[in-house]
């Protein structure tokens, strides 16, 4: 067994589809990128990890994964998490890595997709580069969102949209803040009466097929109660080469850092 390792560490999701072309695209891409490093999976959520071992598949946690390669003989190890921000289930899993980090001689964990303002700009670019709404029509992207104070990112990354010119563009959140009756407002003093809603989500799971493109309690609901004409694009931000490479760049970076986690 080789000594350093590479764990990428997921939230995860159960939806086979989108997290082919999501999570799987992206561990294969830092797979390919870092082929030196052995590479393996864990997911953060409980509730994922549960359905997904009825269905005969295990995924570990972080703790199991890093007690299993510990127990295999690995000594350095990588930790690349796929998540959006800097938020509670990050520094959720930052608390978890620490309580193991004693299995190891050295443990370092990597940044989150939306780190800084330069991450948040890339990202803004290739969504946009991927997206690409009607003439005449809004983009609007929903988010998880938190009431951490890392939410503070999905604002940020609405007034990117407008700095780069496309002030077609809007940003709300599911869990944080603005939420879709402040997307809706927004679109509606802006003139636009047709929408493409759009994830702002790795995966587009659960929450962008119900919370989003849902019949019912929805965005795509709530936008059509007022009128608007609505389309729906289930496509995970995981998807977007742009925005995996953000990844790999980081996870560049934590194979050059000396700090410890």
Same mark, same amino acid.
């Given at each position: 067994?080789?000594?350093?390792?590479?764990?990428?560490?997921?939230?995860?999701?159960?939806?086979?589809?989108?997290? $082919?072309?999501?999570?799987?695209?992206?561990?294969?891409?830092?797979?390919? @990128?870092?082929?030196?490093?052995?590479?393996?999976? @864990?997911?953060?959520?409980?509730?994922?990890?549960?359905?997904?071992?009825? /269905?005969? +598949?295990?995924?570990?946690?972080?703790? +199991?994964?890093?007690?299993?390669?510990?127990?295999?003989?690995?000594?350095?190890?990588?930790?690349?998490?796929?998540?959006?921000?800097?938020?509670? +289930?990050?520094?959720?899993?930052?608390?978890? %890595? &620490?309580? $193991? @980090?004693?299995?190891?001689?050295?443990? %370092?964990?990597?940044?989150?997709?939306?780190?800084?303002?330069?991450?948040? /700009?890339?990202?803004?670019?290739?969504? #946009?580069?991927?997206?690409?709404?009607?003439?005449?029509?809004?983009? %609007?992207?929903?988010?998880?969102?938190?009431?951490?104070?890392?939410?503070?990112?999905?604002? &940020?990354?609405?007034?990117?949209?407008? #700095? #780069?010119?496309?002030?077609?563009?809007?940003?709300?959140?599911?869990?944080?803040?603005?939420?879709?009756?402040?997307?809706?407002?927004?679109?509606?003093?802006?003139?636009?009466?047709?929408?493409?809603?759009?994830?702002?989500?790795?995966?587009?799971?659960?929450?962008?097929?119900?919370?989003?493109?849902?019949?019912?309690?929805?965005?795509?609901?709530?936008?059509? $109660?007022?009128?608007?004409? %609505? !389309?729906? &694009? #289930? !496509?995970?931000?995981?998807?977007?080469?742009?925005?995996?490479?953000?990844?790999?760049?980081?996870?560049? $970076?934590?194979? +050059?850092?000396?700090?410890?986690?």
């Amino acid at each position: 067994m080789e000594q350093t390792a590479l764990l990428i560490v997921s939230f995860g999701t159960s939806v086979e589809e989108t997290r $082919k072309k999501t999570i799987g695209a992206l561990e294969e891409e830092l797979k390919q @990128a870092f082929p030196h490093l052995p590479a393996y999976r @864990a997911y953060t959520s409980p509730t994922i990890r549960r359905i997904l071992a009825k /269905r005969g +598949e295990q995924v570990p946690s972080p703790q +199991e994964a890093m007690e299993q390669l510990a127990a295999q003989g690995v000594r350095t190890l990588y930790i690349q998490p796929t998540h959006l921000i800097c938020g509670e +289930e990050y520094h959720a899993l930052s608390q978890k %890595v &620490a309580e $193991k @980090a004693g299995l190891f001689e050295r443990v %370092v964990l990597g940044r989150p997709l939306l780190y800084d303002m330069e991450d948040c /700009r890339r990202a803004a670019e290739g969504l #946009l580069e991927d997206f690409s709404p009607e003439e005449g029509e809004a983009l %609007v992207f929903m988010g998880h969102g938190t009431e951490h104070p890392a939410n503070a990112v999905y604002p &940020a990354i609405g007034y990117i949209f407008h #700095l #780069l010119g496309r002030t077609d563009v809007f940003v709300g959140t599911v869990e944080g803040w603005p939420q879709g009756e402040d997307v809706l407002a927004q679109v509606q003093k802006a003139g636009f009466r047709r929408v493409l809603l759009a994830p702002m989500m790795l995966v587009a799971g659960d929450h962008a097929r119900n919370d989003m493109a849902g019949e019912e309690d929805s965005w795509k609901a709530l936008f059509e $109660k007022a009128g608007l004409t %609505v !389309r729906c &694009a #289930l !496509r995970g931000m995981g998807e977007i080469p742009a925005v995996r490479q953000i990844y790999v760049d980081h996870c560049r $970076k934590l194979l +050059e850092t000396k700090e410890q986690a």
